[in-house]
């Protein structure tokens, strides 16, 4: 039995034992505004529901453990009590992960990840529309676990409202756990699914990745991709070069016929044969290809 005492690993180590051990986890995928009404979306697996007379979710946005800095997230539920716990299914998981992405202040997730936001009815933060379920709280209390790298801050919230699509509801009016293929967190990059057991998803990049909103309309429009390729496609932090497309081109008979095809569709789906084998440079060298 390997035995581990927590104090003698760094916060770093120690959390990857515990996020590994303590899984699958659901995810709440929080949505948050400012004093200034601008939004905020992020993902927290540290999270579970905790009551149903009344209905309380607790979720933990934890200090950060490179530098002990605190999240968006948190600080908007300090300040204006209100959140939306959206739930995460596996069609719309990649671009979840890339709402992730450390980006600044000022910066919306839901344009950057791709999301659409729905206004909600009795708190000010959005709902994510792409969301089979969606939970509006009103913050009851924040318990701060710790002042280092890596504590917890518990966000008690109860709900005030709930959105179901009805496409996830069973003949009995019920949430059908198959049809809600509901997504969940385990250690490193790995996730779970109801439907289809354990899958990887890479973390977003410690750069900015170039997010949604900078792929081109004829890639967004595409009926080939699905939003997990666009959360794909979004998590790179530059786009291909013409020398590397044309080198890449030039060394791929494949690729050369589907484009001299003309065929839109069918170098689309040349391109989703790369994501769906998450060779996303290689991917985008074939869409951006067609356009030089």
Known sequence: MFTINPKELSPVK????????????????????????????????????????????????????????????????????????????????QQMSLSSTEY????????KSGFTQLPSH???????????????????????????GGAGNMIICEVVQIHIKEEVLDENGAISPEKIDLV????GNWYSRAKNGLFEVEKPLATLGIGVDAIPDFVK???????????????V???????????FVQNNIQVKAVLSSTDEQKVHQKAKEYLDNNDVLSAWKVLLAERI
Do not use: W
């Open 14 to 93: 120690l959390q990857g034992y515990l996020q590994s051990a303590i899984a699958p986890r659901p995810i709440a995928f929080a949505s948050t505004v400012d004093e200034n009404g601008n939004p905020n979306l992020s993902p927290f697996s540290f999270f579970n529901i905790f009551s149903s007379n009344p209905p309380i979710l607790v979720f933990s946005p934890a200090r950060r453990v490179r530098d002990n800095t605190i999240k968006h997230t948190l600080i908007n539920c300090q300040k204006t009590k209100e959140v939306v716990i959206n739930v995460v299914d596996y069609n719309m998981v």
């Open 104 to 111: 600044p202040e000022g910066i919306n997730e839901f344009v």
């Open 122 to 148: 009795k708190v000010k933060p959005y709902r994510v529309a792409e969301s089979p379920v969606q939970l509006e709280c009103k913050v009851s209390d924040i318990i701060a676990l710790g002042t280092e």
């Open 184 to 187: 969940s967190r385990l250690g």
């Open 221 to 235: 429009q595409s009926i080939v991709f699905s939003g997990n390729d666009l959360g794909k496609l979004g998590n």
């Open 237 to 247: 932090e530059s786009l291909p070069t013409e020398e590397e497309i044309a080198i």
